[in-house]
């Protein structure tokens, strides 16, 4: 044998052996103390012996048997001496993810609990497994297909009426027939509606740029100045009436006004009662039902006085109806302005003499 094949079998070699070595040292920890625990479960689906031991997701050791006992599976496992299970800590098998992978959790337990000596047993806590959801998954679908076979059978007649009836509303929808049928097929809908969008668009567009009075309320900003000033306005008025302030303000505060005021009212209270017992001039008058009758017969007279005026009737009914007498006036008062003329320009006996003759 050549020295090379001599070499390549001791290489081969080695990587064998390095491999073993490997697999048998993986658990191999010399200095690390193990205490040995083991739990009964029901079932130990998808767990086995070399999965890991952890407690709140950290790995404190491994599974070292699995086995059948008292109708019950055992699982054996160790954890590290760092780690210390109390009397109500609790094991149970765990899923890493959907896709598979099992682990032994172990809970903390109560603080204060008595702490578990090796070789004990601890309490288990099962939990819901994949063959486990499936077979109820599979269970319940069968029921729940079961009852809508039943209920699909039921209400078939239901359904196929109900969809003939809605055959004949699309159908009818279809032709242009009703209110819906009009919507859907009438093209006029479609040119209403653009036209609101535009006119619409036209409101929007106004207000934007401020026209009118509402797109001066949303654009100009003085409504909100004013509005400021309004309420400063309101806070110095509230402020001088608390201070009294003001007429208002004396209102408020002056209690000599309030008094003065509460005196007035007694007064006017006396007042009111005397008129409503008829007593002094205001109680005949309110009361009295002869000044009505004199008030009512002297409304009567007026209206037959006015009555006679507007007919041309005495003397101030011609005053008012006929036109001769304006003329006339006229006329004297156009004589009377021609006598002071006359008498500015001539002495006292020649104005006289003007003025008779007017008349004359």
């Known amino acids: 044998m050549s020295i090379e094949k001599q070499v390549g079998l001791f290489f081969l070699a080695s990587l064998i052996l390095l491999g073993i070595l490997i697999e048998l040292s993986e658990d191999w920890r010399p200095f690390e103390?193990?205490?040995?625990?083991?739990?009964?479960?029901?079932?130990?689906?998808?767990?086995?012996?070399?999965?890991?031991?952890?407690?709140?997701?950290?790995?404190?050791?491994?599974?070292?048997?699995?086995?059948?006992?008292?109708?019950?599976?055992?699982?054996?496992?160790?954890?590290?001496?760092?780690?210390?299970?109390?009397?109500?800590?609790?094991?149970?098998?765990?899923?890493?993810?959907?896709?598979?992978?099992?682990?032994?959790?172990?809970?903390?337990?109560?603080?204060?609990?008595?702490?578990?000596?090796?070789?004990?047993?601890?309490?288990?806590?099962?939990?819901?497994?994949?063959?486990?959801l499936i077979t109820n998954l599979d269970r319940n679908q069968e029921k729940v297909f079961d009852n809508l076979g039943d209920l699909i059978v039921e209400i078939r007649g239901n359904i196929s009426e109900m969809v003939e009836r809605l055959s004949a509303v699309v159908r009818r929808i279809d032709n242009g027939e009703g209110t819906l049928g009009l919507l859907v097929n009438n093209p006029s809908l479609y040119d209403n509606l653009n036209e609101s969008l535009v006119s619409l668009k036209s409101v929007l567009t106004r207000l934007e740029n401020g026209d009118g009075t509402i797109g001066k309320l949303i654009n100009d900003p003085s409504l909100y100045d004013d509005a400021a000033g309004t309420v400063a306005n309101l806070r110095s008025v509230s402020a001088d009436l608390q201070q009294g302030t003001g007429t208002l303000g004396l209102l408020l505060k002056d209690e000599q006004l309030y008094n003065q005021l509460n005196i007035a009212a007694a007064r006017l209270d006396s007042i009111l009662a005397k008129t409503d017992d008829n007593q002094g001039t205001l109680g005949?008058?309110?009361?009295?039902?002869?000044?009505?009758d004199e008030f009512y017969e002297a409304v009567a007279r007026l209206n037959s006085i006015v009555g006679k005026i507007d007919e041309g009737q005495g003397t101030f009914g011609r005053l008012i109806n006929e036109d001769d007498l304006y003329r006339e006036a006229k006329t004297t008062l156009n004589k009377i302005e021609k006598t002071v003329d006359g008498m500015s320009d001539s002495g006292p006996l020649s104005g006289l003499g003007v003025v008779i003759g007017t008349f004359f």
Not at 59 to 85: C, H, M, N, P, W
């Open 284 to 292: 005949r008058l309110v009361n009295e039902p002869g000044l009505y």
């Open 33 to 132: 103390q193990r205490l040995h625990y083991h739990a009964n479960f029901d079932s130990a689906i998808g767990i086995s012996v070399g999965d890991p031991v952890r407690m709140a997701g950290v790995e404190v050791g491994k599974i070292t048997a699995i086995s059948i006992e008292d109708s019950q599976v055992r699982i054996d496992f160790y954890t590290t001496d760092s780690v210390e299970l109390v009397a109500d800590s609790t094991a149970s098998i765990r899923q890493i993810n959907l896709l598979g992978g099992q682990f032994l959790g172990i809970s903390f337990g109560t603080r204060g609990q008595p702490v578990l000596p090796p070789g004990s047993e601890l309490m288990t806590e099962e939990t819901a497994n994949i063959d486990q």
